[in-house]
């Protein structure tokens, strides 16, 4: 299951962003090949090779751009979402630093598909190297011919938000507003950036492309499970002996993943819980990594795939400690938008923290889990059902965990806080 | 700062012309152009966001609104070097806490604050994706991986 190398070939080449270097590796082939396939022929082979959108969500990529409606006669548009951010998730970062022509590549057949003009990369705004790395690599494309000719590539820097990785609040940012998610229906194949067609695609999603199109759709589907193609990039961080970004199969298991790849665990070496698929994911205990990575491997396990951020902890590591960090993220990160999101991230972000401090209640717990089920699946976008996760997992998986603050709170509260202190902070 | 000192170059101006045409709609280099205002001008003043506005067919309060929205954007002014240490996940199991106390430390202020000489501005951000080397922190443009209260001394000593 060591599966060949297809993002990441090139990584170890000191070189690997030049045109010069993806050329010597059979760059742009993978095009001129694409040139004499019909879009709906290209369409096809993406659909038949069971890849699925690798930013979070898991979509059939073909199925998403054959929702494109064949009638219409303005602009398509095509938007790569770069704006990376979901933590514990670094893979897009490597492919705009060191392989941003396979990028360009998979633009200019993914446009072809869809018969978009434009392309619009948006990439976020902490990422400078990347973006100046992606910036140059789209100035050779223009020099050498591939861009400019019915297609063109336009890099747009976010500007410090993870909403904009949602592909509603993305568009949102692309048209130069806050980047506040949109509802839905009308989906953004029907009506997304300016009022027109839109594909929104991940960055590595499209990387893949010409790799589809070079060797087919039946081989890419043969590289992973039934219902998902291919390999992919999985961030691994955290209490792991070799963090890093570790292209393999979409089949391979989660223990693999952490024992392999990352190398084992590290803290006092024993497996305590594990986040498969960026934080938005839920947790996993040590007894449920026997699974498969991919999107439905993970689904049936009760979590997701999501961006394929591993992130790893060991016995020494407290889970409500970790789920205050989570739910700071999520409470800062909230675009206020929808008032379930808005408010429930805040107070249980405020909850979790006074657990953790040694202030929880008795009722905290259930309060929380409370909150956090009424508030899922009423919101515009997934952000609050991705805090969700996090919340109901932590809690009902390590929950005497919690308990034991909880109950421990009881008794340092009578030697400790004054009571008017102790109010002011509650 | 006064009205007068808010305002472009030609050549800005010829650049916010460019960035314009790149997109269907003009207002869509919004973002762009107000990369180019805190480069220009340090922070984004309300000054600096009716500039823009005027720049664009959009009112002041379209922009405001966008501005207080990114967190990349500063409303006041910032030290001469912006020093981001995450403080998600991956960084917090690496120690991302201690990091953040030593800077806090070295430097003499909190986070959010700029040090008395206008040096660094202190933040504690959300997960900058670069986890495999963490703990890590943003310095002005540049990621800064794998920190310690060494490697942290000696960054912050290199920031005049």
């Not at chain 1, 630093?97 to 396979?102: N, Y």
């Not at chain 1, 902490?126 to 789209?138: D, G, I, K, T």
């Not at chain 1, 800062?332 to 209640?361: A, D, F, L, N």
Request: aromatic share 8%.
């Amino acid at each position: 299951m060591t599966a060949e190398k297809l993002l990441t070939r090139n990584f170890d080449r000191a070189d690997s962003h030049t045109l010069r270097a993806y050329l010597e590796t059979g760059g742009y082939t993978a095009w001129q090949k694409a040139q004499t396939l019909e879009p709906a022929a290209i369409t096809e082979e993406v659909k038949q090779s069971n890849l699925r959108g690798l930013g979070g969500a898991g979509f059939p990529t073909g199925t998403k751009w054959s929702f494109v409606p064949k009638n219409h006669t303005g602009p398509v548009y095509l938007v790569i979402n770069a704006d990376e951010g979901e933590p514990g998730t670094f893979k897009d970062r490597y492919l705009l630093e060191r392989d941003p022509h396979a990028l360009i590549e998979g633009m200019l057949i993914a446009a072809r598909a869809i018969r978009s003009p434009t392309g619009f990369v948006y990439i976020r705004g902490e990422y400078v190297e990347p973006w100046r790395r992606f910036s140059a690599a789209v100035g050779e494309a223009y020099d050498a011919g591939y861009l400019g000719r019915g297609f063109d590539v336009v890099v747009h820097r976010g500007a410090g938000a993870y909403i904009c990785g949602e592909e509603t609040g993305l568009i949102s940012s692309l048209e130069g507003k806050k980047g506040w998610p949109k509802l839905k229906p009308p989906f953004p194949a029907i009506k997304g950036a300016f009022g027109a067609p839109t594909i929104v695609n991940n960055v590595e999603t499209i990387a893949h492309v010409p790799h589809i199109i070079n060797r087919g759709a039946a081989w890419f589907a043969s590289l992973g499970t039934k219902t998902q193609g291919g390999t992919r990039m999985y961030s691994v961080s955290g209490r792991v002996t070799r963090p890093g970004v570790y292209e393999a199969s979409v089949a391979i298991t989660l223990r693999r993943i952490i024992e392999d790849l990352g190398g084992g665990v590290t803290g006092n070496g024993r497996l305590k819980a594990v986040v498969p698929g960026g934080s938005s994911a839920a947790i996993l205990r040590a007894d449920e990594i026997d699974v498969t990575a991919d999107v439905d491997g993970l689904r049936n396990a009760g979590t997701m795939a999501g961006s394929a951020g591993v992130i790893v902890m060991d016995e020494t590591v407290s889970i409500p400690e970790a789920l205050m960090v989570v739910a700071r993220f999520y409470a800062h990160e909230s675009c206020g938008q929808c008032t379930p999101c808005r408010e429930s991230t805040g107070w249980i972000y405020k909850m979790v923290r006074r657990i953790v401090e040694g202030r929880g209640q008795k009722d905290d717990l259930d309060t929380i889990l409370d909150v956090a089920r009424r508030g899922a699946g009423t919101t515009i976008c997934a952000f609050y059902d991705g805090a969700v996760g996090p919340y109901i997992s932590y809690i009902e998986k390590f929950r005497a965990e919690f308990e034991a603050l909880i109950e421990g709170a009881g008794t340092r509260a009578v030697a400790t806080p004054a009571p008017r202190e102790a109010i002011a902070r509650a | 700062m006064s009205a007068s000192t808010v305002a472009f170059s030609e050549a800005q101006l010829a650049e916010v012309r460019r960035l314009q045409a790149l997109y269907p709609d003009a207002r869509a280099a919004l973002l762009p152009v107000l990369h180019m205002a805190q480069e220009t001008f340090g922070h984004i003043s309300l000054e600096a966001e009716e500039y823009v506005a005027g720049l664009f067919d959009v009112t002041p309060a379209h922009v405001h609104e966008v501005v207080t929205f990114y967190t990349l954007f500063f409303r006041q002014p910032k030290g001469r070097h912006v020093v981001a240490v995450c403080h998600n996940l991956s960084c917090h199991l690496a120690g991302a806490p201690e990091i953040i106390a030593h800077v806090m430390r070295r430097l003499g202020i909190g986070v959010g604050a700029t040090t008395d000489d206008g040096r660094v501005t202190l933040q504690a951000v959300e997960c900058l994706c670069a986890c495999e080397h963490a703990p890590m922190m943003q310095v002005d443009d540049r990621y800064e991986f794998g920190l310690t209260p060494e490697k942290v001394d000696q960054i912050l000593e290199g920031l005049r």
